[in-house]
């Protein structure tokens, strides 16, 4: 007979110590820092709990050089006492043998016995005292630093373990005693180094606070939180003690406080000739290169001073850091002014051609296809955005990508479409011509702007729509979390353009024209694969996400959906008088009553084997409530066409929905009063085309099958 086992943990708690660790090394990249010490600390948690020693909470900071987690850990894991039943009382002498040995015991006198309503068992209770966790937690400790993932790492010479830079030492202490950690050869003890430059040889800590003393004295700020809010303040504070403001930048904050142990904000000067270059490259080259922050004026232009965080305290108030670091940004911006100059001596209308040269994707040609399918599609969509022109819309279209052959665009990505712009004004170019082709990315992310002049709108939506239908033309579709052309963003594009700006864009057209420019040999796939289709599905997800956050259900936009609206703002519009509809009375009791006669029908056309979609025959009701039902039901049906399907005016529709809400009295004095599974099978059949009738009426309005609650 199989033993059942039952452990109890003692409920007696050990004494809590101080557990801290800490793995010094080489620099290690401020973008790793934040998830390594999350996934350290991850994983002495986990570790932890699977030893079965408690702990609350993990203390972990982060440097530029250090890991370091500091906790209050159990002294020891808690006393369990394990339960094992074994055979029953007066069972053969060998089984009674092998459960004594299996528990390790010697005689049945040390078991129990117990009467568990089924006869009475023996029962082995064994107690295990805990281990102590300073025995344990060497080994779980080494497990989790072998385990650290790193996105890169090196293994060093006659070492197993990989780690992203070189490990100089490990501090490793439980209870204020050093624990034997065995790292292929890396020190482990109490010690550890402070500020690489402002602090000067070993430093031997006894506790946490000890540790976190000493190193505040050698010139090292633990929390990087801490560092970021000395940074912030201390940028703020040297701006406007000269009247300026910092440009926000919390990424690079971020990234400088993983930059830096011990930071001191300094100001420094942008020469004169350097400032006649655009704002935009100024600020690139600054950041890219150099990690500084932009001052603004108070009227929001780029001013002629610049402020980085240096990791060290220099005696001359930082003058000879600041003077290098001048040097260093006039011989960045000197490059900078030399792209600029030359890639002006040749107009943006010459590079077009040399967008041959660049692949757009292996399947879809060069960016010169592209360009060519954006100015196609442009033609299209140009008479749905006011006051955007055909011939104006191609040639901010034609201009879009020129400036990715450009030397200054080479060195900073980023300033793709703004250095379009530069270049386009330099060429005396419209104005909005030239803002379009900046403005054509646009919007980057859920929290830029999208596009409002109308030149700017078309070349955008031309480029976003051109990338939706290309990729999926070619099977290049999003999946779960893979989308690695960033189809999802563009989709919200389409979407925040349209509805931002109010336009009434019929999408199937516009995919249907995007799809006539494809590389011939994927049109007849896009046709037997129904891609169009896939797309405006697609779009509908991507919808759903973008309205969620203003409150609109999802099953409303279903609703409307299905019945092939693509027109996103009457889409938008309907979806809102349905949901207006719904929060009458008459509207709420009438989504019930279709559902029960959705119901009533499809059980009796599956029954019968047949559908009940022929017209009502009016000779034979015989009811008051069935003829009067049946009078409603004409009225709806004799309102124009345009105030149920796509294409008629929200003011059609929100027509319509009153019109529906007075069906709901003579539905329900129908479910009151009128049998519909009568045995006169004439009568019956002609009840069922009223409550068929019911459905296929309120379906002119939305797919009400689709809503839910």
Request: hydrophobic share 45%; proline share 6%; charged share 25%.
């Amino acid at each position: 007979m199989s033993s059942v086992e039952q452990t109890i943990y003692s409920p007696i708690r050990p004494l809590n110590r101080e557990l801290l660790l800490e793995l010094l090394s080489e620099e290690i990249p401020a973008r790793m820092q934040r998830e390594a010490i999350g996934a350290l600390t991850g994983l002495i948690h986990r570790k932890l709990a699977a030893a079965q020693i408690p702990t609350q909470e993990l203390n972990y900071f982060v440097t530029p050089r250090r890991l370091t987690v500091i906790g209050e850990i159990p002294e020891r894991q808690p006393e369990r006492t394990e339960e094992r039943r074994g055979p029953r009382a007066g069972a053969p002498k060998a089984a009674l043998d092998g459960f004594l040995r299996a528990a390790g015991l010697h005689s049945l006198e040390e078991c129990e016995i117990r009467d568990v309503g089924r006869g009475e068992f023996y029962f082995a209770v064994l107690r295990h005292p805990g281990r102590a966790t300073a025995v344990v937690l060497p080994e779980l400790l080494r497990a989790a630093i072998h385990e650290l993932p790193w996105p890169k790492s090196m293994r060093f010479p006659a070492a197993s373990l990989r780690w992203v830079r070189p490990l100089t030492s490990v501090i490793c202490l439980f209870d204020g005693t050093v624990l034997p950690l065995a790292l292929d050869g890396i020190p482990v003890g109490r010690t550890t180094r402070g500020h690489r430059f402002l602090s000067k040889g070993e430093i031997a800590v006894d506790n946490a606070d000890d540790y976190r003393d000493r190193l505040k004295a050698a010139c090292v700020v633990l929390g990087q939180e801490d560092r970021h809010n000395k940074i912030e303040t201390d940028l703020h504070g040297l701006a406007a003690a000269e009247g300026l403001a910092v440009k926000p930048d919390l990424a690079l904050l971020d990234e400088v406080a993983g930059l830096v142990e011990f930071p001191v904000v300094l100001m420094g000067a942008i020469d004169d000739r350097s400032m006649e270059l655009p704002p935009e490259v100024l600020a690139a080259a600054m950041r890219t290169h150099q990690r500084y922050f932009s001052c603004l004026n108070p009227d929001g232009t780029l001013a002629s001073r610049f402020l980085f965080v240096a990791d060290n305290r220099a005696e001359d108030d930082g003058k000879r850091i600041i003077a290098g670091n001048e040097r260093v940004l006039r011989a960045r911006l000197a490059d900078a002014r030399f792209f600029w100059d030359q890639d002006r001596r040749v107009t943006l209308q010459s590079r077009v051609q040399a967008l041959v040269q660049r692949v757009f994707h292996a399947k879809l040609g060069s960016v010169r296809s592209k360009v060519a399918r954006m100015e196609q599609l442009a033609v299209f969509l140009a008479p749905f955005v006011p006051g955007a022109d055909v011939e104006p819309s191609q040639r901010s279209v034609r201009l879009a990508k020129a400036d990715l052959s450009t030397a200054m665009v080479g060195e900073f990505p980023e300033l793709q479409g703004i250095m379009g712009r530069y270049y386009a004004l330099s060429d005396n170019e419209d104005p909005a011509v030239a803002d379009a082709v900046a403005d054509h990315y646009r919007p980057l992310g859920p929290n830029d702007v999208v596009p409002t002049a109308p030149l700017s709108i078309v070349a955008a939506l031309a480029d976003k729509i051109d990338s939706l239908v290309s990729f999926f033309a070619i099977g290049e579709k999003p999946t779960g979390s893979r989308d690695p052309f960033a189809l999802r963003r563009a989709a919200q594009g389409v979407i925040r353009i349209i509805l931002e700006n109010n336009l009434r864009v019929p999408l199937r057209s516009v995919f249907m024209a995007a799809a006539g420019v494809v590389p011939v040999d994927y049109q007849k796939i896009m046709e037997e694969q129904n891609i169009v289709g896939e797309l405006l599905a697609f779009i509908t997800d991507r919808l759903k996400v973008y309205l969620r956050e203003q409150g609109v259900r999802h099953d409303l936009i279903a609703a409307v959906f299905a019945l092939g609206e693509d027109d996103l703002v009457r889409l938008l519009a309907r979806v809102r008088a349905i949901e207006r509809f719904l929060t009458w009375d008459d509207g709420a009791n009438l989504l019930v009553a279709y559902r029960r006669a959705v119901n009533i029908v499809a059980i009796e056309e599956k029954r019968d084997g047949r559908a009940y979609n022929d017209p009502v025959d009016r000779n034979i009701l015989r009811e008051l409530q069935e003829k009067q039902l049946s009078a409603a039901l004409d009225v709806l049906n004799e309102l124009p066409n345009r105030s149920f399907v796509v294409g008629g005016t929200t003011e059609d529709f929100s027509r319509a929905m009153t019109a529906l809400a007075s069906l709901r009295q003579p539905v329900d004095a129908f479910f009151d009063k009128v049998t519909v599974n009568t045995e006169e099978p004439r009568l019956r059949e002609n009840r069922l085309r009223l409550l068929s009738a019911i459905r296929a009426t309120m379906n002119r309005v939305a797919d009400f099958s689709q809503i839910e609650g």
